[in-house]
């Protein structure tokens, strides 16, 4: 039973437009929720996070939007940079717990 | 700050053989986690520990996995015997809690291949 769910495996995009990676989660227990980053051979970075008293956080050019009637978060990327192809992890967690659950993952590749 | 540091960074051993993998947490950080990255299943927790105390492990595969957290700085994944199944990368993270939330630090992992 895949709790939080990424749907698009991979998503292209020219340089300088708008990226948008979305999630979807099951469990309405979740309420923190972050993206992370990932290269090839290394490990997941920390890029983002939100919890469910907000709808938005910002930080620099990567904002969350979290919808929670909807189950539903995304990671807009403006303007998208070449250095910025990766995967995308989206992860979630309850406050009280410690465990994160993540999806599986979308290859962002940005076109110069 | 060096980061969560793992070793070794790749692994390949024959069925059978016991495999350990071993990781250092951020110093500071109350909680250690341990993930398996497979292509079938994602990213998905093994363990993790807080204050060197195993709290959560539902997510050990089987009892041929176990971990151990001797002190505040060191980690060990052990599996013992590995079969080719066992094939992944495995990671390990720590954290600190932070107010209500916290980041979970990733280390660059340890590719395993078990022929």
């Known amino acids: 039973d895949q709790q939080v769910k990424q749907n698009s495996p991979s998503l292209s995009v020219q340089e300088g437009r708008i990226s948008i990676l979305n999630c979807d989660y099951t469990?309405?227990?979740?309420?923190?929720f972050l993206w992370y980053k990932k290269y090839p051979a290394e490990g997941p970075t920390f890029l983002i996070s939100?919890?469910?008293?907000?709808d938005k956080n910002e930080d620099g050019r990567f904002t969350v939007f979290l919808n929670k009637s909807a189950k539903h978060l995304s990671l807009h990327i403006v303007p998208s940079q070449p250095g910025d192809s990766a995967v995308y992890f989206c992860a979630a967690s309850p406050l009280t717990a410690r465990q994160l659950t993540f999806g599986s993952g979308t290859q962002l590749t940005v076109l110069p | 700050d060096a980061g969560v540091i793992q070793s070794p960074r790749h692994e390949v051993t024959e069925m059978g053989q016991e495999v350990t993998l071993r990781c250092k947490p951020i110093?500071?950080?109350?909680?250690l986690f341990w993930y398996r990255q497979t292509m079938m299943r994602g990213l998905e927790l093994l363990i993790y520990f807080n204050n060197n105390v195993p709290i959560d492990d539902s997510g050990m595969p089987e009892d041929r996995f176990s971990a151990k957290m001797p002190n505040a700085s060191f980690s060990t994944l052990k599996i013992q015997p590995s079969e080719p199944r066992d094939s992944a990368v495995y990671f390990c993270?720590?954290?600190?809690?932070?107010?209500?939330?916290?980041?979970?630090?990733f280390g660059p992992g340890t590719r395993l291949t078990v022929l």
């Open positions: 993270a720590s954290s600190s809690m932070q107010g209500y939330t916290d980041t979970q630090y």
């Open positions: 110093s500071g950080h109350d909680y």
């Open positions: 469990n309405s227990m979740f309420d923190y």
């Open positions: 939100i919890s469910s008293i907000k």
